[in-house]
Every structure is written in C-alpha cells, then in structure tokens.
C-alpha cells in the first residue's frame, strides 16, 4: 500500500484501516468531522493526515493540539508504531472525542495518549516536546499562541501546521506579532494547500 508515494507496510496498513473502521462506526454517533467529507475518509483526511509524519518521520514527543478526530495525531501515532519509539500526545477538551481518541490509540495499539483539556492547560500536563501537529484548529497566529509555550526561546521544537489556499494572509498576519522560520511544504492532497513547518520562534509585541 502506498499513501502519498510512501510505501506503507502491512502493520500500519492494518491500523489504518482498523482506525478507518472505527471512525466511520463512531462518526455516526459523534461529529468527528464534516458529514460531507466522511466519503473521502483516506484522502481527504487519512493520507492528508500521513503528510505530517513524511515530512518529520523521527521518533520524537507530538503534542497534537485540539485533535479531534484523530487528524493529524492518531495517524501520526500509528506511524510512530512501527518505529517503536517516540509518542503523540493528543489535546481534546470535547469527552465524546477524547473517549473515541483513547479507543483508537488503545485498538490500533498506537504511540500516544490523550488529554481532555484545554489547550492553555496542556503544556503543564506534557512538558517539553519535540513537534506540535495541528490540523483545521485556528489560524497560523492563535496557533503561534498555543504553541508558545513548547516553542519559545532556545527550545528545539518544531511546528507542523496544514493549512488551506488562505495561507499567505495568515503569514502575513501572524508576522505582526512573531519571528519564525517557515518552511513551505506543498500539500500531496489537497490542491493549493501546505503544511507550515515553524522553528526558531520569537515573540514581537
């Protein structure tokens, strides 16, 4: 099987497939994402979610911010998996998600756990990491807020944040505020979309 030109191997095959299983169970009960989207499950959210791990594919701590459904931080811990190290921590303040995340992570048998809390909160429950994930949670400035206290300063922690056809304003805006280097990589899936990928971060005002 291949997700985006990788070659996926027969372990993470089944856990994807076993999450997809378990998602279009819970999504009839539970908003995990838009109905309309639910048809285009692997691609539209599964291999777009993979993208993360491609880019950053070492077994290093994830705090995956307001993670809703799953996407990007099961998948990303589900990779994880076959590495046999390194670890997602999940943020989801909403029980009912938090409750299908920790079922996915436990039957996929995945790399990561999940916090029902706010978002503020997390950094003191977590502690340092070494990647934040976050995927159709806020725009890249609010985003810069909730990672800040992982990213700031001397601190070797990078973010990987996806981002739709509307993320140049978004740039633009959070310059107001912040210094960072930005690397631009062009989405596998969705057409003039990326992902953001944030280090070196500093606060302006």
Known sequence: MELN????????????QHFSALFQKWAKTINLVAPSTLDDLWSRHIADS????????????????GSGGG???VITAIFLAELQDGWVHLVESNHKKAA???TAL?????RGSVHSSRIEDAHAEIGECGA??????????????????WMLGEKDCRGFFHKGRDYLREIDKARGRWEFDLLEHSSAVEQESVILEISNLRRLV
């Open 106 to 110: 436990r039957e996929t048998n995945a």
């Open 71 to 73: 996407f990007p931080g």
């Open 132 to 149: 934040i994930s976050a995927r159709a949670l806020a725009d890249l400035d609010r985003l810069l807020e909730y990672s800040a206290p």
């Open 5 to 16: 030109g990788l070659r996926v191997s027969r372990e993470t095959q089944e856990r994807l």
């Open 100 to 102: 299908f995340l920790r």
């Open 50 to 65: 993979s993208q993360v791990f491609q880019i950053h594919p070492k077994p290093v701590i994830w705090a995956d911010l």
